[in-house]
């Protein structure tokens, strides 16, 4: 066996690296998939100019790919939603130089799933050792794996890399039939206040449509792509993602997108895309060209929860952040990354920020934990 760095996912083939990339219980998560990744890499958006120049692991086994690890040099820490900017400030004033750094994640994407893609712990062992190795050989400052599974987080603790726990806020289906079978399971005043947004959402006589597949053209793109660079603009954010990168979605995984849009006398004024995975919807890039008082929340959350459920699905991710979904059915659930750092001394002095971190954020969910919407049950 063999580990070499490809500076291109389209090296391999679709079929090797979603090989890889899938497996039984959980299937082939879209956002690791080789579609959307060669996507970000063939429309610009990830590339040496943008800061995340490609440097993926394959592990080969008499010319067979048998193992992958997205993976990225960074010139920077945007765009991947797990801050670590003042490990980098606190490093190079202390005389270190923290950039360029390794990161396995999908960019601009705070998605759970797996980066060490293989289903055998051992071959999962080698790519990790050979990201490490990588950074050993330029001495390279630190390597981030984001969002992690709990298969590789288990690997990578072993190896005693160093934790760090985030929270998002995911709805979970219970087993409903039905929208209504999910607000029965709600106290009282937070299911009123969900059917009152729900109606005052509506009130402009807007229509919803569900658009899958190849269904989606391109004037829908354009319509979304519209919606996605307002929301941009109006948070002072920066568009990481170009037109080119929609367009090229419904090439190569049409199968997996959802565009959820809102439409007032026959023309789109709001619009969410939503990824599909084997158990889980993937809320992704609201946006809206005229503001409707709770349309984001009938979009965003109400819209993916009753697509979740007449579709079987376990679970939606709405994204990162947001206490604000609590009260609309979404709980608190904890994330993982896991990080190597080379540096001994800054490495102890992370580590230590960390427990702390975790302390709190553990405290955090046990304390948002109890203002989710549901009915107390009580003995």
């Known amino acids: 066996m063999r580990t070499r760095v490809i500076e291109s996912i389209n090296e391999v083939s679709e079929t ?19 579609g959307f990744l060669s996507a970000l890499e063939e429309s ?25 690890l997205p993976l990225y040099l960074k010139s920077h820490s945007q765009g991947e939603y797990v801050f670590d900017h003042g490990w980098a400030n606190a490093f190079e004033q202390a005389g270190g130089r923290y950039y360029p750094k390794l990161q396995s994640s999908i960019p601009f994407s705070p998605v759970t799933g797996p980066r060490l893609l293989s289903q055998n712990v051992e071959y ?54 039905s929208f209504e079978d999910f607000l029965v399971m709600l106290s009282s005043r937070k299911r009123k206040n969900i059917q009152k947004e729900r109606l005052k959402a509506l009130e402009a006589e807007l229509d919803i449509e569900w658009i899958l597949a190849d269904q989606i053209t391109e004037d829908h793109w354009n319509f979304y792509f519209e919606f996605y660079m307002n929301t941009a603009n109006r948070k002072w954010g920066r568009p990481y993602l170009n037109r080119t990168f929609f367009s090229l979605l419904s090439e190569k ?53 009753d697509f ?49 971190e975790r302390k709190a954020v553990g405290r955090e969910i046990e304390y948002l934990s109890e203002f989710t919407p549901f009915k107390k049950i009580t003995n």
Not at 54 to 65: C, F, R, S
Not at 127 to 149: G, P, Q, R, W
Not at 313 to 339: D, F, W
Request: glycine share 8%.
């Open 308 to 356: 979740a459920i007449k579709h079987k699905l376990s679970k939606v991710e709405a994204g990162a952040q947001g206490e604000h979904k609590i009260a609309r059915g979404y709980i608190p659930c904890p994330t993982n990354s896991m990080h190597w750092i080379e540096n001994l001394s800054f490495r102890e002095a992370v580590k230590n920020f960390l427990d702390q």
């Open 44 to 68: 610009g958006c990830v590339s040496a100019k943008s800061g995340w120049l490609p440097q993926h692991i394959i592990l080969e086994n008499n010319d067979k790919i048998i193992g992958a």
């Open 124 to 177: 999962k062992n080698i790519l990790l050792d050979a990201a490490i190795e990588y950074a050993h050989k330029y001495h390279i400052s630190s390597v981030h794996f984001t969002f992690i599974n709990d298969e590789d987080f288990d690997v990578m603790r072993a190896r005693k890399l160093l934790h760090r726990q985030d929270q998002q806020f995911h709805w979970i289906n219970n087993g409903y039939k």
């Open 16 to 34: 090797d690296w979603n090989g890889c990339a899938t497996s039984e219980e959980d299937g082939l998560n879209p956002f690791c998939s080789h």
């Open 253 to 305: 995984i049409p199968n997996d997108l959802l565009l959820i849009m809102a439409k007032r006398d026959g023309r789109y004024i709001a619009g969410a895309l939503n990824l599909i995975g084997n158990k889980t919807l993937y809320g992704r890039y609201w946006g809206a060209t005229e503001y409707h008082k709770f349309l984001h929340f009938e979009l965003c959350y109400y819209q993916a929860i």
